[in-house]
Structure formats: structure tokens, C-alpha cells
């Protein structure tokens, strides 16, 4: 499997995709909030979450009890270029502009 391939193939899951976005500000959140705001299982969430970073896509970071997960970005321009068409392209903003328009 290529990289581009192992790229695609992570993202083509909702849930990393909305966990990316969630990340993608710059923002820090652990497990939990991301489970929350997800209403994902701690199980499921932690492997979705493994995917990411083994892609380097989210890096993780321990506080105590807690794992917290911040997005990293993607080094190679290209890839980068993915990443964030494809984030755009699923965000709540795009969804209702399509559903407009087909209305």
C-alpha cells in the first residue's frame, strides 16, 4: 500500500474525519471530550485515534490519567493538500451548501 493509499484509507472513515477537524485549530482535547463530542466508545475512539497517529496526523501526549491528542499537521505539501480538501469538503458548511443547492 502506498502512502497516498494508507492516507485515503484513514481518511475515509467519519469519524477520524470529524476527530481531525475537531484537532485541526490547533486545539488540544483528550480521549474523553473527543468521545463525547463524537459519541463514540472509548474502545472504538482510541482506535480511530491510533490510526491518525500512526499516519503522524495527531500526536499524543499523556496528562495523569488522561491521553490528549493535538493535530501535527502533514509535512508533505501534497498529502497536506488532501488532508485539508478533504476536511472542507465534509464540514457542516459544505454539507449545506450541497444540500441547497440540490433543493
Not at 466508545?41 to 499516519?55: D, F, N, P, T, Y
Request: aromatic content about 4%; charged content about 20%.
Amino acid at each position: 500500500m502506498s502512502d497516498l493509499d494508507a492516507l485515503l484509507a484513514v481518511l475515509s472513515h467519519p469519524v477520524r474525519r470529524r476527530a481531525l477537524a475537531l484537532l485541526q485549530n490547533g486545539s488540544e482535547l483528550c480521549l474523553c471530550e473527543l468521545m463525547s463530542r463524537l459519541g463514540i466508545r472509548q474502545s472504538c475512539m482510541s482506535g480511530h485515534m491510533a490510526a491518525l497517529k500512526e499516519l503522524g496526523l495527531v500526536a499524543d501526549r499523556r496528562d495523569a490519567q488522561w491521553v490528549r491528542y493535538r493535530w501535527t499537521g502533514v509535512t508533505d505539501p501534497g498529502f497536506g493538500a488532501v488532508v485539508v480538501a478533504v476536511l472542507a469538503a465534509d464540514s457542516p458548511v459544505h454539507a449545506l451548501g450541497c444540500a441547497r443547492s440540490a433543493a
